[in-house]
């Protein structure tokens, strides 16, 4: 009750009160600043952990010691493995690519639509077109920021160059071929929606020149004189893959997995390469950052502490007589620290379930307010080109807003201890004979 009264203020105290509405300000703000930049920065990080192991698979196997022309078999192998989700093969290269006027490089990934469908992120993400009757379509698929650099639309006609065309007596020719527009896909990421282009397998096989001629067994010497169908009826065409993606149930089992991947019956030899040791430099700086900005967004806790520290003395000394009237009255030290401590903690919880209700508020809707701001002022804030992603994201970790809520609070209440602790010493016969 008297605790409840001294943050009462009356007029003579108004410069207290001021001083501990302030306090609790600051303490609200600490505690919403650090769950938002949290939560924002959880987001960032989950969003593009998504999207990036939505197409890239936790583990991208790429052949050794022979030719990559028993896909279809690894990749069923590779599935019998424990804990691997799926795995798909796909044909990959490097190219120009042209539109109406614009060029830029892409990379060019050859897939069928049963390896489509497995990429859920990829195959649901087609904003136009779409990939049904995949395999028959001999055309590709863009994302939205590549479709606007070149300037074409569905069923438009996209050129490709590969450097690395038919061999003549001159040396090599780039091989040139134009492919209709059939899906413009948008996954949120500016890597993927910017640089990659999507094919059927078949054409892709043909195009990268990954299709051997082997001469059938039993078949002699061919007639110099031989027709291009004999030719054909005489030569098998074996097709290769570059690669293999692997996706796991656990995405950070990738140290057991490795083990298993390599050990498992029927699986040919492979070089093995993880998202985290392609990632490794980029998940390390978010992880890092996370940490500074923490720190640092702490501070304002630790200020609002001090405040705390600086209107519980200032009230103390305004309430020395009081005091020493408790003390009279059978008041023990313990009872006057209570007292004071009780006082301070009420500003630090207040403040706290304050921040808490707008942390989760503003975290709840940072990507609205963002489009809001950016929009009142005209300018794109948290540009895509920069942040590789076109929205701002967050996700709310209780485990880390319960350690903000209980820092504030224990900082809050630490800060009490030395005035409620001053407020106990105090001599009630000195205070009461200068009153």
Known sequence: MIAGRYLRARRK????????????????????????????????????????????????????????????????????????SFAVYFVEGQVLASGK???????VRGMDEENLRKLTLLYNGAEQGGFDQWDDSRGIAIGYRLAQNLGVGIGDQVQIINPEGTMTPFGSTPQIRSYPVNAIFNLGMVEFDSFFMYMPLEPAQDYFRMVDEVLKPG???????????????????IPRASAVEIFLHDPDAVGVMRQRLQSAPGVRPLILTSWQERNQTFFSALQVERVVMFTILSMIILVAAFNIIASLIMLVKDKSADIAVLRTMGATRGSIMRIFSITGTAIGVIGTLCGFVLGLIVASNAENLRA????????TLFPPEVFFLSSLPSRVDPVEVTVVVCMALGLSFLATLYPAWRAAQYDPVEALRYE
């Open 13 to 84: 105290e108004a410069f207290i009160s001021v001083i501990a509405s302030l306090t609790m300000v600051g303490v609200a703000i600490g505690v919403a600043t650090l769950i938002v930049v949290m939560s924002v920065m959880n987001g960032f990080r989950g969003e593009l952990l998504d999207k990036i192991l939505g197409l890239n698979g936790h583990f991208t196997a790429y052949p050794i010691e022979s030719q990559f022309t028993d896909y279809k078999e690894t990749v069923t192998a590779l599935e019998q493995v424990d804990g691997v």
């Open 219 to 237: 078949m002699g010497p061919l007639d110099p004189l031989a027709t291009d169908a004999e030719i054909d009826a005489a030569y098998e065409r």
């Open 101 to 107: 006027g614009n060029s830029t490089g892409v990379t």
């Open 372 to 379: 809001s701001i950016s929009n009142f002022l005209g300018v």
